[in-house]
């Protein structure tokens, strides 16, 4: 298993287009999670899965914002009309939950530019 | 509520210098755990050490050592004799005993100058 493996790794795209990313966890990782970090910033979350189930979503995931993990495997984010301020890296990590607190694997990322 | 604060935006220090990031944090949980993270211009976030609110021993793990004091709520973190490769964006986060999520602080950018 390779890690945590995010696609695309940069995505351009113009103010009110949507769009899509992937995430594929390690394999036999069941908690997924997305974050988001801006220029400057440490991550913040925005949501998480326990297999298929979303089980909490900050307030930071707008309408805009769905996220699936429809076969508890990989999961993709959407961004729906996008904004300027939607610009940023979104971060995927994943860990067993019984050992989060040995912390998560994140993926490299997908840095989002907004033009 | 969690908060994780890291006041130091930018350091710089000449390699082979000893460096200590700071780190104090926020929580009202009795059971949480403490993370440093490094991020390289790559990008990925990289696990580097963990210590949980029960053990308040400080550990030294090759050249990373870190200072956990729950009196003060300070996770510091060393690097010893620094090298150019541990110039990076490091990160202090805190999660509670669910590992819901974490709350990760600003980050701190360390140059080590050859």
């Known amino acids: 298993d390779t890690g945590v493996s995010q696609n695309p790794r940069h995505k351009i795209t113009k103010r009110g287009q949507n769009v899509t990313f992937r995430c594929d966890p390690i394999s036999e990782h069941n908690r997924l999670y997305w974050y988001r970090q801006t220029l400057g910033q440490g991550p913040e979350f925005l949501t998480y899965f326990q297999n298929e189930a979303q089980l909490e979503k900050s307030r930071l995931l707008s309408d805009r914002f769905s996220a699936e993990r429809p076969k508890g495997s990989f999961s993709t984010l959407e961004i729906q009309r996008t904004e300027q301020g939607d610009s940023a890296m979104y971060l995927c990590?994943?860990?067993?939950?019984?050992?989060?607190?040995?912390?998560?694997?994140f993926g490299s990322g997908t840095r989002l530019t907004v033009v | 509520a969690q908060k994780v604060t890291q006041a130091q935006t930018e350091i710089s220090v000449v390699e082979k210098e000893d460096v200590t990031l700071d780190c104090v944090y926020e929580?009202?949980?009795?059971?949480?755990?403490l993370f440093w993270y490094k991020q390289p211009p790559s990008g990925e976030l990289v696990f580097l050490i963990r210590r949980n609110s029960f053990d308040e021993q400080n550990e030294i793990s090759g050249r990373y050592s870190w200072n956990f004091q729950k009196s003060t709520s300070s996770f510091n973190f060393t690097i010893t004799a620094s090298q150019v490769v541990d110039s990076a964006v490091y990160f202090c986060?805190?999660?509670?005993?669910?590992?819901?999520?974490?709350?990760f602080g600003t980050g701190t950018s360390l140059t080590v100058i050859p």
């Open positions: 986060a805190l999660t509670p005993s669910t590992g819901n999520q974490f709350y």
């Open positions: 929580t009202r949980d009795t059971t949480y755990y």
């Open positions: 990590a994943s860990s067993l939950e019984t050992a989060v607190d040995y912390g998560y694997t």
